[in-house]
């Protein structure tokens, strides 16, 4: 976004209109740029405001009410930490009784503006002159919040008890942006997050939720966290963030409110001990939370379940259980996976929606559906299958999702 979209808005007229507009409606934003214009604001001005109008009704989803009084820029909205996750990033710091943070690499200033709302003395840093100057908009109701436009790693740290980082882990080329999966490739890298970590200082830093277990420094937590299904992040932190007996976790945020699972033991895949059987009345997917931090045996044997799949993260038991850290299945019908068979099933079953998951076998579930319902006549019914693997076989499973009331 260039300088001249944000600094229109960077005035008092401009900020006055900016405060005027009501919710955007796209349907409305043609007509509302010609009111605007013909009342005699500049076009700059008014393709800011509608921007920012625009974007700011986009933000509702991660920031609430806040958003109709914060900057954004399209990149930047995108990357940002929902405020609730960013809460949770805060509470660590108070927990421990961190008292001033250097937000590294602070985007729009969610984990900031988090911060210093549980009144932390916070330095937001953002390279990007564009950003950091929404993020200066952004926390000016803090007096004991200020932002710097510099390099994570050239920041003096003097006087700072903590510091929260958020990498980026996304590189720009003439095509787009690539996403980057080596910590090493990160701005800054997870050895800079480790060099401060050295220093005694509290660390905290955001990462991507794919990050292998590998790369986790052997002094850190690790902590995964969903919200109503979609993993959004892995969060390792250092020194007094870190939680005593605790090496990694899955926190699992939805409908019941939040609930974690956690391990104090290093992920060690060939360690993992869970007890094996066949698809019996119940299948469980766990939550991707749980299948990121290792935590799927951990989760079986917590339930009184077992594995289908020793390599394959499907659970089975006898009784119907309830759980938040995995989404419950009645098994129906096991048959054996085959594309004919299956779509003869689909049409004697009159199915004419089906939902199809799977694990351990390599087919495309949109393309399966594709086969299976062409021809079929479409009928009324509906279906779901989970299509996996045990062993060397592969199965279909018929499954009804559980609801509420049914465990």
Known sequence: MPSDAISPLLTLDG???????????????????????KAGHSPELVAAALTQARLRSKAEAKFGEF??????????????????????HAQRFTTANITSVADLGCGLGADSLAMASL??????????????????????????AKVICG???????????????DPARRTTNTSGTTRLFDPEA?????????????????????????????AVPETAEAQWISINGDVVEAGLYFNQLARPG?????????????????????????KQNAELGPVSNYLYEPDGAVIRAGLVADLARSLGAHLLDEHIAYLSSEEAIDTPFARGYKVLEVKPFNVKALKSWVKTNKIGVLDIKKRGI??????????????SGKGPNKATLILTRIGEDRVAVVVEPLGAGEL
């Open 15 to 37: 900020w006055e209109l900016l405060s005027s507009l009501g919710p955007y409606r796209e349907a409305d934003s043609l007509k509302l740029n010609e009111t605007l214009r």
């Open 67 to 88: 958003a109709h009084q914060m900057l954004f820029t399209q990149a930047g909205l995108e990357q940002a930490t929902r405020l609730s996750i960013a809460a949770l």
């Open 119 to 144: 009144d932390i003395a916070v330095t937001a840093v953002e390279m990007d002159e564009i950003t950091a100057a929404c993020t200066t908009v952004n926390l000016m109701p803090f007096p004991h």
């Open 246 to 270: 605790i090496r990694r976790s899955a926190l699992v945020i939805g409908k019941h409110g939040s609930a974690e699972l956690t391990s104090a033991e290093k992920y060690e895949p060939l």
């Open 362 to 375: 390599s087919v495309t579930p949109e393309e399966l559906r594709r086969q299976l319902l062409t021809g």
């Open 186 to 214: 990160f701005s800054p890298p997870l050895s800079f997050v480790e060099s401060l970590a050295d220093r005694g200082l509290a660390v905290g830093v955001k990462m991507g939720p794919g990050i292998p277990h590998e």
């Open 151 to 165: 390099k994570a790693e050239e920041v003096d740290l003097s006087g700072i008890e903590g510091v929260w980082l």
